[in-house]
């Protein structure tokens, strides 16, 4: 019986004090089991591979197309990451709860961000590997006083405003509609705005997730519209941009740089032409790596089954099951997170 907390039918207390969870994200688990075992009620199974119906919950990062079908004793899935928009493909069902740890790599990834915008405008990846870089002479430019466009305000994308701020830029919001107040930011523009606004940006700097709404936003529109001395950094989803496009671009000398952090592809194959790309650094995706990561995710996973068990809604449901009949605006910030969450800022 649930109880009168209870925000989804079925999700009282009493439904969530006996359950079979199964860790399928191999490379986290052991650092994942040392928080997690031992947790009253729960009882942990390892597995990479999804290949019987006998949990209720089910952790990991992602999941191939199909392999969360017919998965009907599944209750919630936990994802260690943050992007939901391989579950649709993966087959998960309706009506499973779905939460994320998206407020764990917060930090790390605004860091990361600012970090290789900052790496294009010193001109860094001329310093790698070299020992005769010319003395007393740089192309490096000043991001202090520099207008960066920062597209999509999520929890990174916040995070990354509040750090250009602090370093003397002076960030835009790029949200779908424009009509929200980004703190940090000195104004807020419609993303269907962004090709309009382009001229008159230094720098670009992608924070978007995955969704239809998402896909393409960052066009040939946009990215030839940049002026020349401009920097694109991408920590959000690669098919947010059109790379196609920015690579034609960067090889005609048409911008200052790129930087990376997400593909299309990934691992990229080797020799993958990519690589051939000037003035493009390509990181292997690890812009949310930090060493605590393992943990703060385990935390969180319990955070939210403590929530469950309270009857309450768990603070990191993300909204996005699939055949829900809506979902929230990937690009607008969202509601105020609990001070408990870590980096939720």
């Not at 750090?163 to 002076?170: P, S």
């Not at 991408?234 to 048409?254: F, I, M, Q």
């Not at 790129?258 to 390509?282: I, K, Q, S």
């Given at each position: 019986m649930?109880t009168?907390?209870d925000?989804?039918?079925?999700?009282g207390p009493?439904g969530?004090h006996?359950l079979?969870?199964?860790?399928?994200?191999?490379?986290?688990?052991?650092q994942?089991l040392?928080v997690?075992?031992?947790?009253?009620g729960?009882?942990?199974?390892?597995?990479?591979?999804?290949?019987?119906d006998?949990?209720?919950?089910?952790?990991?990062?992602?999941?191939?197309p199909?392999?969360?079908?017919?998965?009907?004793?599944l209750?919630?899935?936990?994802?260690t990451?943050?992007g939901?928009?391989h579950?649709?493909a993966?087959?998960?069902?309706?009506?499973?709860l779905?939460t994320?740890?998206?407020a764990?790599p917060?930090?790390?990834?605004a860091e990361?961000?600012?970090s290789?915008?900052?790496m294009?405008?010193?001109?860094?990846?001329?310093?790698?590997?070299?020992?005769?870089?010319?003395?007393?002479r740089?192309?490096a430019?000043?991001?202090?006083?520099?207008?960066v466009?920062?597209?999509g305000?999520?929890?990174i994308?916040r995070?990354?405003?509040?750090?250009?701020a602090?370093?003397?830029a002076?960030?835009?919001?790029?949200?779908?509609?424009?009509?929200?107040?980004?703190?940090g930011?000195?104004?807020?523009?419609?993303?269907d705005r962004?090709?309009?606004e382009a001229?008159?940006?230094?720098?670009?700097?992608a924070c978007l997730?995955?969704?239809?709404g998402?896909?393409?936003?960052i066009?040939?529109?946009?990215?030839a519209?940049l002026?020349?001395?401009?920097?694109?950094?991408?920590?959000?989803r690669?098919d947010?941009?059109?790379?196609?496009?920015?690579?034609a671009l960067?090889?005609?000398g048409?911008?200052?740089?790129?930087?990376?952090d997400?593909?299309?592809?990934?691992p990229?194959?080797?020799g993958?032409?990519?690589h051939?790309?000037?003035?493009?650094?390509?990181?292997?995706?690890?812009?949310?790596?930090?060493?605590?990561?393992?943990?703060?995710v385990a935390?969180?996973?319990l955070?939210?089954l403590?929530?469950?068990?309270?009857?309450?809604?768990?603070?990191?449901?993300?909204?996005?099951?699939?055949g829900?009949?809506?979902?929230?605006?990937?690009?607008?910030?969202?509601p105020?997170?609990?001070?408990s969450e870590?980096?939720?800022?």
């Amino acid at each position: 019986m649930t109880t009168s907390t209870d925000r989804r039918p079925g999700a009282g207390p009493a439904g969530w004090h006996d359950l079979d969870v199964r860790l399928a994200h191999s490379k986290m688990a052991p650092q994942l089991l040392p928080v997690l075992d031992g947790t009253p009620g729960v009882r942990l199974h390892v597995s990479e591979t999804v290949t019987a119906d006998d949990a209720d919950v089910l952790v990991g990062f992602q999941f191939p197309p199909g392999s969360l079908a017919g998965l009907e004793r599944l209750r919630w899935l936990h994802l260690t990451g943050t992007g939901t928009d391989h579950l649709a493909a993966a087959g998960l069902r309706p009506g499973v709860l779905v939460t994320n740890s998206a407020a764990v790599p917060v930090t790390a990834v605004a860091e990361y961000a600012v970090s290789g915008l900052l790496m294009l405008l010193k001109d860094l990846p001329e310093l790698v590997g070299r020992q005769d870089a010319p003395w007393y002479r740089s192309g490096a430019v000043m991001l202090a006083g520099s207008t960066v466009a920062v597209a999509g305000a999520g929890r990174i994308g916040r995070a990354v405003v509040g750090l250009l701020a602090a370093l003397g830029a002076h960030p835009v919001a790029v949200t779908r509609r424009g009509d929200v107040p980004v703190p940090g930011a000195v104004r807020t523009v419609a993303a269907d705005r962004l090709a309009a606004e382009a001229p008159h940006l230094d720098h670009l700097v992608a924070c978007l997730p995955g969704s239809d709404g998402t896909r393409g936003l960052i066009g040939r529109d946009v990215l030839a519209a940049l002026p020349a001395h401009a920097a694109v950094v991408n920590v959000g989803r690669a098919d947010t941009v059109d790379n196609r496009a920015l690579h034609a671009l960067l090889r005609a000398g048409a911008l200052r740089g790129a930087f990376v952090d997400v593909h299309e592809t990934e691992p990229l194959p080797d020799g993958d032409p990519v690589h051939t790309v000037p003035r493009l650094v390509v990181s292997p995706h690890r812009a949310f790596a930090f060493p605590g990561e393992p943990g703060e995710v385990a935390r969180t996973f319990l955070a939210n089954l403590d929530d469950l068990r309270a009857g309450l809604a768990p603070r990191d449901l993300t909204g996005r099951r699939p055949g829900d009949p809506t979902t929230p605006d990937p690009t607008t910030p969202g509601p105020t997170p609990r001070p408990s969450e870590r980096n939720a800022t």
